[in-house]
């Protein structure tokens, strides 16, 4: 799994790219629990192919983490296998996920 | 129709033992949905054998009977059934209330139309059933 971050001024872009699998979960979750402080985070998903319950478990530290730190962490663009998967352990609730990039900019906007 | 195909049960063959069952499902279905559920099952699954059951090696069927896959997980480690506990997953916790554990156990057997356990001649046998009827490839 590749975490890149795509994005770092007054929101930051972090993208995933490949699967969130027993292999690669532990590390994606601590590489960006370490990108997190106080400004707004939208995850770009379109390349994150397969999310099984270790990515799950991950996605749930994630969330946690960035509860705890008043993070706002938005999911742009998750395919429709991962959506699936969310919806189906009720994590579709917890993580606030969006159609795109764009449409997460405009959201964090509005919340300013 | 994979016959009792044996893998050294580690974390490093996963992948292949992965490819290997998905490459068998999508003879039968091309349903991108079901491919990815089937794909999770497989690897909730292996990696319960592979990091518990103190098993060197785990030997995995699929076969396709009556439009229904059917798997079977068999490991010569201590006796043990994942399905005599159902798992403590609440899906409607929030964020601070949500648990970590049980979500893989909690996604097979959501996944899965039934599944059975077994301990004979030594061995857990996990056989997990799936039917596909209206998924199918012509």
Redesign the interface.
Known sequence: MKVTLERNDDIKIISLDGQLDVSTSDNTRDEIIALLDKKPVIVSMAKCTYVSSSGLRALLMIAKTAKSKGTKVIYAEPIEEVVDVLKMTGFIKMLHCVGSIAEAEREFSHAN | MLKNLEFPAK?EV??KMLATITAEITKYTGD??WI??L??CS??IL?NIIDYSGSSNVFISCEFVNDALRFEFVDEGKPYNPLAEKPD????????E?G?GG??I??YT??MDKMEYKFEDGKNHLIAIKNLSGKLVD
């Open positions: 974390r996963l992948p991108d949905k990815n559920r794909k999770i690897e909730e990696v997953v609440d899906i409607d916790a929030g964020i601070e949500r970590i979500l893989g909690f996604l959501t996944i």
